[in-house]
Structure formats: structure tokens, C-alpha cells
């Protein structure tokens, strides 16, 4: 089973920031909490993905709580091409494991 | 383009025929993965490869299927005797060497419609 909590849909207004929430209240120290989006019948596309320091990258900006049970993903500037779901995935990084277990994500729409 | 390839994209085929799917990672990526996702569900973990060796398989990887990874190059994933619920899309994701940031890059997927 997922790890993780995420409300099932969300909309967002182009231009604005979409801040995407994430509940992982059971995450083991040695876990790292990850984003993947999936556009309508596409592969899902790896966002990024932090342990406990907040990270940034072209994409988005993810917000991990100092107890590290919740997270934020946050697009900066959303646009229509967002329209996305958008999966939060706790895994243990190590190399000789690691299939992803996704739960149903939140799905996102930005309007105009 | 350096990113996963899978084909075909799509596969129609009647109930009871054998089906295969090819993904191509990226190059130099030592772990492969496949996937399958119905409609409205996140994606489902089937099986893993490091290198050529199949070191993990889901549940849901039934005897009707298996897959390969010959030369620890491409990957396929062949389905016999397919049914209605294989109805699907089939995902590739492959990743590098490991350590903290062995994050998976998936493919397009290839689409399957049992009739």
C-alpha cells in the first residue's frame, strides 16, 4: 500500500502557484519523499525528490515539514501544460531495491 | 532523443493471442523496471532487472507472463494467452548505478486493448 496521503484533485488558476500537499505521517528516517507527474497517457515524469532539507530545481520547489510526515510540492508560475497527475512516493533510495509504489495522486488542473 | 522507448505504443489483439513489448532504456542505465497501470490507478510494480538478472517480481506478475533482459541491454515483456483485465498500459522505467539518487525515468508505455 502507499505510503502516502494526497487529496484527489486540485485546481489551480494559470500564472499562480499550485502548492500540492502531501501527508507521509509513518516515513522511516532512511526514506526519501519523491514527485512524479503523469500527463493524460503519457509516462509518468520524475519533479524531484528530497530527504529533509528543502529542494528547487526547474521544475518545482519541495517543501518538507521538519518533522518530515508532510510535504509540499509547489509550482511556481502554473501553467495549462500542468494540468497533470501529480504522484507523492516515499521510498527507500538503495540501490539494490526500489520499485516505486504509487497511490492514486492528486490530480491537478490549471484553468485560465 | 536519449530517454526510455518503448514499443509498440499501442496493441490491440484478440483474447487468447500472445503479445510482446519492447523497452529500450537509457543507455548505460542498469536497472530496468516494468509497470502496469489501468484506468484511474496510479502505475503497479511487476518486475526489476539489474543488469540481466530478474531480481523481483510483483504478485500481479502471473505465469502467463515474462519477461527478459537478454544482455542487459533492451527489455521485453511478452503476455501469452492474454485476456480482458490485461487490458492495460505497460510501463518501462530504467535508472543508473544506484546510491541516493537512483531515480527512475519512465518510457511512453505501450497501451494494450484485449478484445
Known amino acids: 500500500d502507499a505510503k502516502t496521503t494526497q487529496p484527489p484533485s486540485m485546481d489551480c488558476a494559470e500564472g499562480r502557484a499550485a502548492n500540492l500537499p502531501c501527508n507521509h505521517s509513518t516515513i522511516s528516517g532512511n526514506e526519501y519523499v519523491y514527485w512524479y507527474r503523469q500527463i493524460h497517457s503519457q509516462g509518468p515524469q520524475y519533479i524531484i525528490h528530497g530527504l529533509k532539507n528543502n529542494e528547487t530545481n526547474e521544475m518545482a520547489s519541495l517543501i518538507i515539514t521538519e518533522d518530515r510526515k508532510s510535504s509540499t510540492l509547489i509550482l511556481p508560475h502554473a501553467t495549462l501544460r500542468d494540468t497533470a497527475v501529480y504522484y507523492c512516493i516515499v521510498r527507500v533510495a538503495r540501490g539494490s531495491q526500489g520499485n516505486l509504489i504509487f497511490g492514486k495522486g492528486t490530480k491537478l488542473s490549471v484553468k485560465p | 532523443d536519449t530517454g526510455v522507448s518503448q514499443n509498440p505504443r499501442h496493441k490491440i489483439t484478440k483474447r487468447g493471442q500472445n503479445v510482446t513489448f519492447r523497452c529500450d532504456p537509457i543507455?548505460?542505465?542498469?536497472?530496468l523496471y516494468w509497470y502496469r497501470q489501468t484506468l484511474g490507478q496510479g502505475p503497479e510494480f511487476l518486475t526489476y532487472f539489474q543488469n540481466e538478472a530478474q531480481l523481483e517480481k510483483s504478485r500481479l506478475l502471473s505465469d502467463r507472463f515474462s519477461a527478459e533482459r537478454p544482455k542487459g541491454s533492451f527489455s521485453t515483456l511478452e503476455i501469452q494467452r492474454t485476456e480482458q483485465g490485461d487490458s492495460a498500459m505497460y510501463l518501462c522505467?530504467?535508472?543508473?548505478?544506484?546510491?541516493?539518487?537512483?531515480?527512475?525515468?519512465f518510457g511512453p508505455g505501450t497501451r494494450l486493448t484485449v478484445l
Open positions: 543507455s548505460e542505465h542498469n536497472r
Open positions: 522505467a530504467s535508472s543508473g548505478s544506484g546510491g541516493p539518487w537512483d531515480t527512475q525515468y
